[in-house]
C-alpha cells in the first residue's frame, strides 16, 4: 500500500499529480526511518535523470553527471544537497496550486535534507585537508544552486564567497598546472555562476565584481587554439567577466572614463580573436551540442555589442549596434527551435543559458520589431537559468518597453526620444515580505512631473487590465520570493511618484518609475 502511494508521489513530472490518498501520509513518509532507503533511491534516481539532463541542456558539465554522483556515495554533505536540490525540482515540476499539501510534503523534505548537509558540511571544512578541496567546493556549488531555486540570493551569495575563497587559496598555494581535471572544472562552474549572478545583483544584494578575489579563483586563460567547445567556453567566460568588471562604476553616469575605453578597445580585440578560434574549431570539430554552439553565440554578442558602445553615456548609443542584437535574436529563435526538438530537456538548468543575453536585447535594443522577436523569445518558454526566469524577465522587460513607447507611434528606435529612454532597472528584492521592488530609471533627469503622471495613468490602466486576468500564486520555497517566479504570473504595481518636497525621500523622484512585485 506504501508502496504504491510512492509511485504516485513521484508521478510523471509536468502533470498534475492526484493526490488523494497520498497526501495525509506525505509526512508520514518521509519521516519513517522504514522508509528512509526508498525515499532517497527516488530522489536520487529523479536527480540523476531528470535534474542533471536538465541542468545539462545548453552547457554539459560533467561535474553534474559524474562528479556529483559519484560523490553522493561517498560524502554525506553531498547526498543530502543532491536530495535537498531533487525535491526542490520536483516541486518545480510536479506540484501545483492543486496539490500544495504534497509541495509542502515536498519542502519538508528538502529542508531537512538542507539542514542535515549543512551540518556535513561544516564537520568536514572543520576536519578537512588539501584532499577535501573538491568535496567541500562541489557541496557549496549544490547550496549555491539550491539558494538560487529558492530565490535566497543572498544566502546563494555567501556560499558562491566561501568556494571563491577555497579556490584562491588554492591557487596561491597550489602550482596551477597540478590541478585535477574536476578542480578547473568546478573553477569554471563558478565563474558561470560569477555570471549569472552579476547579471541580477540588486540593491540589497550587491555581488562583489569589484572583489580581486573573484579573480584569482580561476587561472587566466590563454589559448592559441581552441581544442574543444569547452576550451571555447571557458575563454568566452573570461572575456564575459572582463566585460562586467569594467562596468562596475554605476552605468547610468554620464562622462566617459578613457581608461575604460581602454579596457573596452583590448576586450573587442579579445573577443574578434575569440570569434576567430571558435569558428576555426567548428570547422574541425563534427560533434558539438548544437545548442552549446548557438548560447555561446548569443554571450558573445552581447559583449560585442556592451564592449562597442561601452557601459557609459546617452542611451543613443545603442542604436549603433543595432544589427548585433538582430543576430543575437536570430540565435535566440534558432536555440529555442533546438531545445523544443529535444524533448528530454528540462525547464531549468543552473548554467548560462539565453535569458540574460534576450532580456538585455528587449533593454537595449529599441528597434520595435527585433525588440518584440526578442520578447517573444522570452515568453515562449517557462524556463529558469540559474537566478533568472524567464517568465519575471519577460515581465520586466516588457515594462520597459511599455515605459518607453507609451504616447509613441514607434516605427524604428529613433522614434523614441533621449529623454523617454530608461537607463537602467534596480531590483530590491524583499524576501521576508514576498515581494520585490524594481526601480526603472529614465535617463532624463529633469522630465516635468505632469508628463510623469500621464505616462503613469497608461501604465496603471495597463495593470489593471492585468489584475483582472491574473490569480495569485503561492510560492513553495522557503525563500517565499522569486524575482523571476516559477511561472511569472505577478501581481505588478507600476507607480510614478513626484515628491512634494525634499523631506518625502520614501516617493523616490521624478526621474524613477517604481514598481512592486508581489507574488
Not at 495525509?24 to 526511518?33: C, M, N, T
Not at 592559441?224 to 568588471?245: K, M, P, S, W
Not at 548585433?324 to 528530454?344: D, H, N, P, W
Request: aromatic share 8%; with cysteine.
Amino acid at each position: 500500500m506504501r508502496e504504491e502511494t510512492l509511485t504516485a508521489k513521484f508521478g510523471a513530472p509536468g502533470r498534475c499529480v492526484n493526490t488523494v490518498g497520498t497526501t495525509s501520509l506525505a509526512h508520514a513518509i518521509v519521516s519513517d526511518p522504514a522508509f528512509d532507503n526508498v525515499v532517497e533511491s527516488r530522489f536520487f534516481q529523479f536527480f540523476r535523470i531528470r535534474t542533471v539532463a536538465s541542468t545539462n541542456s545548453l552547457m554539459s558539465a560533467r561535474m553534474w553527471d559524474r562528479v556529483v554522483l559519484q560523490l553522493y556515495h561517498v560524502e554525506p554533505a553531498v547526498k543530502h544537497a543532491v536530495l535537498a536540490l531533487s525535491s526542490t525540482h520536483q516541486i518545480r515540476e510536479a506540484c501545483t496550486e492543486s496539490n500544495i499539501e504534497l509541495a509542502l510534503s515536498h519542502q519538508d523534505y528538502a529542508d531537512m535534507q538542507y539542514r542535515r548537509g549543512l551540518r556535513d558540511l561544516r564537520t568536514l571544512i572543520a576536519r578537512s585537508d588539501n584532499t577535501d578541496v573538491e568535496r567541500i567546493l562541489v557541496a557549496t556549488t549544490l547550496f549555491t544552486c539550491i539558494e538560487n531555486l529558492w530565490g535566497n540570493y543572498e544566502a546563494s551569495r555567501i556560499h558562491a564567497d566561501a568556494g571563491r575563497k577555497i579556490l584562491s587559496e588554492r591557487n596561491r598555494r597550489d602550482d596551477r598546472r597540478s590541478h585535477r581535471g574536476e578542480i578547473r572544472e568546478l573553477q569554471q562552474l563558478f565563474r558561470r555562476l560569477d555570471v549569472a549572478a552579476d547579471s541580477l545583483s540588486d540593491s540589497n544584494t550587491q555581488y562583489p565584481i569589484g572583489d580581486e578575489g573573484v579573480y584569482c579563483a580561476y587561472p587566466e586563460l590563454s589559448y592559441d587554439c581552441f581544442n574543444t567547445i569547452e576550451d571555447a567556453r571557458a575563454a568566452l567566460v573570461d572575456l564575459i567577466r572582463g566585460c562586467q568588471f569594467i562596468a562596475s562604476d554605476p552605468v547610468f553616469a554620464a562622462s566617459v572614463d578613457k581608461t575604460q575605453s581602454k579596457e573596452r578597445a583590448h576586450l573587442l580585440r579579445r573577443l574578434e580573436e575569440w570569434d576567430s578560434r571558435f569558428e576555426t574549431m567548428l570547422a574541425m570539430d563534427s560533434k558539438p551540442s548544437p545548442a552549446l554552439i548557438l548560447t555561446l553565440r548569443l554571450w558573445h554578442l552581447l559583449s560585442e555589442a556592451a564592449m562597442t558602445v561601452g557601459w557609459k553615456g546617452s542611451e543613443l548609443r545603442w542604436d549603433g549596434v543595432t544589427d548585433i542584437f538582430e543576430a543575437l535574436v536570430s540565435y535566440g529563435e534558432q536555440l529555442l527551435l533546438e531545445l523544443a526538438r529535444t524533448t528530454s530537456v528540462g525547464s531549468f538548468s543552473f548554467d548560462l543559458g539565453y535569458i540574460v543575453p534576450l532580456f538585455f536585447t528587449v533593454e537595449r535594443c529599441r528597434d520595435p520589431r527585433i525588440r518584440r522577436r526578442a520578447l517573444a523569445v522570452l515568453k515562449a518558454q517557462s524556463r529558469q537559468e540559474g537566478v533568472w526566469e524567464s517568465s519575471g524577465a519577460a515581465r520586466v522587460a516588457e515594462k520597459w518597453m511599455l515605459i518607453e513607447e507609451s504616447g509613441l507611434d514607434v516605427k524604428t528606435a529613433a522614434d523614441i526620444p533621449y529623454w523617454q529612454r530608461l537607463q537602467y532597472v534596480d531590483a530590491a528584492l524583499e524576501t521576508d515580505k514576498a515581494r520585490a521592488r524594481i526601480v526603472f530609471k529614465l535617463e532624463h533627469h529633469c522630465i516635468a512631473g505632469e508628463a510623469l503622471r500621464l505616462r503613469s495613468k497608461l501604465i496603471n490602466s495597463e495593470n489593471e487590465r492585468e489584475r483582472g486576468c491574473s490569480g495569485t500564486q503561492r510560492t513553495m520555497g522557503p525563500g517565499k520570493l522569486r524575482l523571476m517566479s516559477m511561472d511569472g504570473r505577478h501581481r505588478i504595481e507600476h507607480r510614478v511618484v513626484v515628491p512634494q518636497s525634499k523631506s518625502d525621500i520614501n516617493m523616490g523622484s521624478p526621474e524613477e518609475i517604481h514598481a512592486l512585485f508581489d507574488d
